[in-house]
């Protein structure tokens, strides 16, 4: 792992952040999971403005696109406007101390003695007397041109891009396709598999290539010129090394290449472990990936044992195959982050190894239902509407088919999570071992276990369908039974009976009394 890494988060006024932390971030990987619009994001966002050291960046994104927007609100809100309560932005990256004076210090929201760096945006006190002036009128715009953008260390003294204490790379797959965003990925790759030594002698040498090639090849062309003028290769800024390298795979510019693969490329490689990166944030690396590449990428991510990693991701595969114990679950804004660290070994594994799975689905759903088969699962809408004269997607409520033997597993994430969880099961002629197997789970008020008590007769979901809807099953399948009877005609073909039953007697359909008691619990 590397030496040097970020420990802990804390964010005062940052975007959607009040006043939160998230300690205890990994060496190695941290995966950063929650709904659209929680703050996946903007954690990125707030490493990598710090990070760079480079005040101009806030500028360009603007303050008011930063500043937590309710705390702007509460202050334009105030009768009482003053200066010293205008709201401050601040965000403190807690790192491996390095033993260098300049990062250790009290320059924190907390004021603790502390090693790292912090970005600050505050009013200008130099500006204070214009900008009471400038609160006090009767309906203000906020003072946002009066702020200052500072990026220090702990210590309290000032810090450049060249100060840095931590080398990044962000690798936004959401942007990829933008060629702006395109060539800044292949100049921060270049940067940080250099160092300040290497990148001006290769600019220099750069330089003198492009002089010596105008001098020979346009020399005849020039001669012609009568007028003084003469061509060459543009020179400066915006046209050196920096400006005009990119990444080449088999002969073919990165650019060239499908944006799936360009994704791929750029993250496999940010992970080399011959690059000199401290921490890498991807966004998204799923985007634009196809299923293979995305075993692949992951593969990738799982060898990168230098880097910091933090990753935001929307999907199941990533999260589950990396590990769910790096995973920190960001509810909401306002709401404190969630780590699953504490998740059993074996079901950690589980989830590592099993068939694509929807627990990540699972993770960000505040009300689940648990069902073990695809006939539960097509049927439960019907169930639902038919008792509550509502849906499940108005309810918000998710229903997930993963078979019986992995209740457990999703349990033990549902107990650290808090999240209403009713798994509906069959008994399989033992409702007393159905009860044993679950009694530490329901043992947390938000899990509860529901199964048919009737373990002679009712020992299966299509057991317990078929009498309590038997004149509707009689309808539609005992035309040209002949070895079969009814029910055992739905046995063998669960899946096609409970389409059948879902598109044609959707509205008709009674739930048995334990799937409606489950349908009773989780909308409480």
Known sequence: MTNNHIEKIQFLNFKGFRNQ???????????????????????????DLVLSCNPGRVESIGLDKLLNLDSVNEF????????????????????????????????????????????????????ADLIEEVISLESPAFPYEYYTVEIRGFGGEPL???????????????KISNDYASKSHVRALYRANTDEKERNQLKYGYRQIKGEFSKSNFKELNEKNEDGYEFAL???????????????????????LGVGAQCFIR???????????????????????????????????????????????????????????????????????????????????FFMKAPNSGVLEFVLSSRNILVEGDSEYILMPSFYK????SDLNKDEINVISIGGVSFPRYLDIAQLLGTLTAVI??????????????????????????????????????????????????????EGRKTLS??????????????????????????????????KWIGK
Do not use: W
């Open 21 to 47: 932390r998230i300690d205890g971030l990994n060496s190695g990987l941290n995966i950063l999971i929650g709904d659209n619009d929680t703050g996946k994001s903007s954690v990125l966002l707030a490493i």
């Open 76 to 127: 334009l809100s105030n009768p009482k406007r003053q200066f010293k309560d205008l709201p401050i932005m601040e965000v403190d990256l807690y790192l491996t101390d390095q033993g260098r004076h300049e990062f250790e210090g009290e320059h924190n929201v907390a004021r603790e003695n502390a090693y790292g760096i912090c970005l600050i945006c505050r009013p200008n006190d130099g500006l």
């Open 160 to 174: 450049s891009a060249y100060k840095k204490p931590v080398q990044h790379l962000q690798i936004d797959n959401t």
């Open 234 to 256: 543009k020179s400066g800024t915006k046209a050196n090394l920096e400006t005009d390298i990119t990444i080449s795979k088999a002969g073919l510019d990165i650019e060239s």
């Open 267 to 349: 993250t496999s490689f940010a992970l080399s472990k011959k690059t000199n990166i401290d921490v890498v944030l991807l966004e998204e690396p799923e985007n634009h990936l196809s299923h293979v590449n995305m075993r692949k990428l992951i593969e990738k991510i799982k060898e990168a044992s230098k880097s910091q990693l933090f990753i935001a991701t929307h999907n199941s595969l990533i999260c589950s195959r990396l590990d769910l114990r790096h995973a920190i679950l960001l509810p909401s804004f306002g709401e404190d982050p969630i780590k699953l660290n504490n998740l059993p070994d074996d079901t950690a594994d």
């Open 386 to 389: 038919h008792a509550t004269k």
């Open 425 to 478: 099961t069959d008994n399989d002629g033992n409702a007393d071992g159905v009860k044993e197997k679950y009694a530490e789970y329901v043992k947390s008020s938000n899990i509860e276990v529901f199964y048919d008590d009737d373990d002679q007769n009712r020992t299966t979901f299509e057991k317990c369908l078929y009498p309590d809807n038997q004149e509707i099953c009689d309808e539609l399948f005992s």
């Open 486 to 519: 009814v029910q055992d005609y739905m046995l063998k073909n669960k899946s096609t009976v409970a389409y059948e039953l879902a598109t044609k007697k959707s509205e008709e359909l009674s739930a048995p009394k334990y799937i409606a008691e489950a349908i």
